[in-house]
Structure formats: structure tokens, C-alpha cells
């Protein structure tokens, strides 16, 4: 058995705006997770991680490249497959609210999950009661509606739904960006103990890197479609060899004032290039502060540099 449980292979995704315009939302993406693990996946809003995320657990079908779960490839199954497929990967959405269906009854909407996998009524509403209290909740929230309650206990009902099939990869999609602070950490405490009580491998999105270095052991960083860069959590955080990397640690404020006075930033010029019309050459070449004429003629590949660390720059920092 492979240590690969899901690996992308030039993975993209096009949406046709016009005759002559195409938006590249993931633009050849190259990207394996290894059983159990819990990665990160962290960049601006716009640069495709929510794309990626949809894309591996199946709602979206890659325009160009695969996606091989498990050693299947995932692109054209048959019903049995694609069946075992849904069990097997689940999504933990970034708007509880939108995720949840207003008309249904937290206890319904997990049991309406569990009966299009094939479960009796009865089995899936025991599950239901089961994976709502694994969930941080008790049975009593089953009966009730989505308004009903907080946002936290919807994501956790949420989080329910996503782990009753028992899936072997789960993508956690901006799952605590509209909680408030202390919501926050629970969720993620609760998503730990779950990944760590299961094994459940875990792509973890976020634009919060104190967030993603938390949960995470590894992370890789997209810009307009593309990953710039892959590394362990800590190797990212004390030396990262990207200069967009370096530019989003730069963003987190520091704890201690008088470092956080003194310290220089690195502020990017200009704004994300339009995924419609993309420069030439690296993406990034328009707003990097190391670019040159090589880089705004010959797009850079995705190359190891350091222990487990790979990066996509011509002039990465040393």
C-alpha cells in the first residue's frame, strides 16, 4: 500500500468568461498528501485553494491533469467506485450556515447524508446520535433547526455530517474563519482530536497562518493557481525561500511590541494579477521585489531546495 492516499498530477481548472477569455482558477497543480497527514494550504483570497479543495474531494471535475485517491483514478468511475469515492472523502465548509440545509433538522441532515450512502434509517439515525456527540454536541441538538442554534455548534454539526461516513480524507475548507476567538479554538482542538482519534488525512485551508501552524505539520503556499511553495511547517516559518511566503509571514503581527516596531516588513506592490490575463514568465514576477528579466520571460518550476522543501522561484531566498 502506497504512503500516497491523494495526489494531483497537473491539475487544472478553466472557467470559459467569453470567446476570448478564460479564467485558469488552478492552472497545473502538482500536489501529493501522505496518509494521515494534516497539510496546509495557505495563499490570498482569489488564489485558487477553495478550487483545489473542491477539486479533490470530487464536486469538480479538473479540466486538464488527474486526481488518483487510494491508487483509483478518480477521473471517469463506475457507480460502485464513485459510490465508495463520496464515502471516503468529505468537505468541512467555511459557511456553516449556507452549509446546512434552514428546512431540515441538524439529526436529518446527517441522516440525509447517511441514506444516499446506502445506511437503513435506523442505522443512520444511531450514527447520527453517535457522531453529533464526537462532534462536541449532545443528542438534544438532533431535533433542532440551523437557526436554532450558534455557528459553532452548526460547524460542529457540520463536522458531524462530514465524519459520520467515516471518510479517509476530509477537506476542512476556512472552517473557522466566520467563528469568534474562543469558537475558533475550540473548533480546531475538536478537529485535531479527530484527526489524531482517526488517522483522517486533512487538507487544512486557510488565509490565517497562525491558524494553519497550529494544525498542521505541512504547508504549501498558492499564488493565482499555482503552488509556490511546499515545506515542513517549521522550515516554512524560519526560513521560507519564496519571496510571497516571505511577504505573507511578514503580515502576521508579532506578540512582542518593541520587536514588532523595530522589525522591517515585506510589503508587496500593486495587486494579484487577473487569473484571466496572466503575466508572462512567474505569476508573481509584477509584485516580487527580486524579479528579473528571467523571470518575466520563463515561468519557474517546482524544484527541491533544503530538507523536504520545494519551491517555484528563480531567485529563491537563501
Sequence with gaps: MSD??????????????SEHRTLRALDGVDLEIHRGATIG?????????????????????????????DGLDTASPDRATLAK??????????DPSSALNPRMTIGDTIVEHLRVQG?????????????????????????????????????????G??????????????????????????????????????????LFISHDLSVVAHMCRDVAVMYLGRIVEIAPRASLFETPRHP???????????????????????????????PAARPSGCSFHPRCPRASELCRTTDP?????????????HHPIE
Design 4 to 17: 500516497i492516499l491523494i495526489e494531483a498530477a497537473g491539475v487544472a481548472r478553466h472557467y470559459r468568461l
Design 41 to 69: 494550504l495557505v495563499g490570498e483570497s482569489g488564489s485558487g485553494k477553495s478550487t483545489l479543495g473542491r477539486t479533490l474531494v470530487g464536486l469538480q471535475k479538473p479540466t486538464l491533469g488527474k486526481v488518483v485517491f
Design 85 to 94: 469515492l463520496r464515502r471516503q472523502r468529505q468537505i468541512i465548509f467555511q
Design 119 to 159: 445506511w437503513s434509517r435506523a442505522d443512520a439515525r444511531a450514527r447520527a446520535a453517535e457522531v453529533i456527540e464526537q462532534a462536541g454536541l449532545s443528542a438534544a441538538f438532533l431535533p433542532r433547526y440551523p437557526h436554532e442554534i450558534s455557528g459553532g455548534q452548526r460547524q460542529r454539526a457540520v463536522i
Design 161 to 202: 455530517r462530514a465524519i459520520s461516513t467515516d471518510p479517509a480524507f476530509i477537506v476542512a475548507d476556512e472552517p473557522v474563519s466566520a467563528l469568534d476567538v474562543s469558537t475558533r479554538a475550540q473548533i480546531m482542538n475538536l478537529l485535531r482530536k479527530l484527526q489524531a482519534d482517526r488517522g483522517t488525512t486533512m
Design 244 to 274: 510571497y511566503t516571505a511577504a505573507l509571514l511578514s503580515a502576521i503581527p508579532l506578540p512582542d511590541p518593541v520587536r514588532e516596531r523595530i522589525r522591517v516588513r515585506t510589503v508587496l506592490k500593486g495587486e494579484t494579477p487577473d
Design 301 to 313: 518550476k517546482m524544484r527541491p531546495i533544503g530538507e523536504r522543501q520545494q519551491v517555484a522561484c
